[in-house]
């Protein structure tokens, strides 16, 4: 199975700075066929199921806004959350569609300093 | 708006039966992979299955193969997942989501807000 580990298991950032999460996968997610990288990135807030943030590594889902960035390839990946708002507080979790089974990072939990 | 609404969940005994339900009336169902995930209540998220979009294939995590079955019913819109043999790590909520597009690689635009099975004696 592929494991996913995500940096910082917790992380606490000002309203209006920039939030970094990182996740790391066991083997590389770039399918060379054609040059995309099967890893998402997903939000859950209290008591709700997880909302599909990014998928493709890097492209953001309709509607998600575009303080929500996601970039990297192969085995390191990265979550940028730009200018955060309140609504931002949530743990958010990696997630790679490579092979199966489908796995997930632990979780980064986002609160407000 | 897409809509997936799970039921079924419960307390049952270790060993028991329980069979979930996913409803999906508002997208054409029969274009989709669908999978149930599920997530221990203040633990991280696990995928269990998945099903092609005629039924015809089906993938399980290995704790749950050979004791819980995942099937669909298209003319109901309807997905399903029959839990048998159950244990205490089986406790948690149990969502059911739609894949992004019709490949089974691909990750769940859409979730339910999941239903609570809770194995204990």
């Known amino acids: 199975d592929i494991v996913m580990t995500q940096s910082p298991d917790s992380l606490a950032v000002s309203l209006g700075e920039r939030a970094t999460i990182n996740c790391k996968s066991s083997q590389s997610l770039l399918w060379s066929s054609n040059n995309k990288n099967y890893f998402a990135w997903y939000q859950q807030k209290p008591g709700q199921p997880p909302k599909l943030l990014i998928h493709?590594?890097?492209t953001r889902e309709s509607g998600v806004p575009d303080r929500f960035s996601g970039s990297g390839s192969g085995t390191d990946f990265t979550l940028t959350i730009n200018s955060l708002q309140a609504e931002d507080v949530a743990v958010y979790y990696c997630?790679?569609?490579?092979?199966?089974?489908?796995?997930f990072g632990q979780g980064t939990k986002l609160e407000i300093k | 708006e897409v809509q997936l609404v799970e039921s079924g969940g419960g307390l049952v005994q270790p060993g028991g039966s329980l069979r979930l339900s996913c409803a999906a009336p508002?997208?054409?169902?029969?274009?989709?992979?669908m999978s149930w995930l599920r997530q221990a209540p203040g633990k991280g998220l696990e995928w269990v299955a998945n099903?092609?979009?005629?039924?015809?294939?089906?993938n399980y995590v290995d704790s749950v193969k050979g004791r819980f079955t995942i099937s669909r019913d298209n003319a109901k819109n309807s997905l399903y997942l029959q839990m048998n043999s159950l244990r205490g790590e089986d406790t948690a909520f149990y969502y059911c989501?739609?894949?992004?597009?019709?490949?089974?690689?691909?990750?769940?635009?859409?979730w339910g807000q999941g239903t609570l099975v809770t194995v204990s004696s």
């Open positions: 997630q790679q569609y490579y092979s199966h089974p489908e796995t």
């Open positions: 493709w590594a890097s």
């Open positions: 099903i092609k979009t005629d039924g015809s294939e089906t």
């Open positions: 989501a739609r894949h992004l597009r019709n490949s089974e690689f691909s990750p769940w635009d859409y």
């Open positions: 508002t997208f054409t169902f029969n274009n989709y992979w």
